[in-house]
């Protein structure tokens, strides 16, 4: 597990012992991390649009890129697949797809403006297919996106569904049955997902 700071230091922590393992150091503020491959690798990203590769078994970083488009960079997000979801401050989430990061400024499978505020929260379901986006700032602001067809969910939230108020955390079930929204009021709001059988 990681503890970060404006100050563009990463703090590796084991999280079996609570050991702190090591520190990374990044231009910057850091304002957000994602592991992948296993927890061999991090992601981070902050407030400079760049987002960091790192190796945590040499703590060195891979490589660098600039998020497209990004002023200031607020979270990022990794599907078990790969994909990498960068959601910036003006409200734009990138999509990008891990054989295209080999460049400095790659270029997204998908540019989703959906939300008009700060994005403050991303996830990918278990098989990668759907992407969660919301924002803080804004009553409901919460969007779906299919990842395949890199199209959002017209119908979500439905019109009877407008009673998110302020979505403070976002995230799927194990088996991506149920999809939760955590709001400002203290609630966590279940949906159910028909498409998957199982919680």
Known sequence: MCVFNRFGKIHVIDPTTKEHMSTLKMNGSVEDVAFKNGGD????FGDEGIVYQWDLRSRKCMSTFGDEGCVKGTTIAVSHNNKIACGS???I???????SLDKSHPTPLKTFKNLKSPVSGLCFNSTS?????????VQNAVKLAHVSSLSVFSNFPGFNNLNMKF????GFS??????TVGNNKGRA???RLK???NY
């Open 129 to 137: 297919e759907m992407l969660a986006m919301a924002s803080d700032s």
């Open 167 to 170: 979505p403070q955390e976002i």
């Open 93 to 99: 989430v990138n999509l990008y797809d891990e054989s």
């Open 89 to 91: 401050y003006s409200g």
């Open 174 to 179: 194990p088996n991506s049955g149920y999809f």
């Open 195 to 197: 498409h998957y059988a």
């Open 41 to 44: 690798e991090l992601l981070s």
């Open 189 to 191: 709001l279940l949906y």
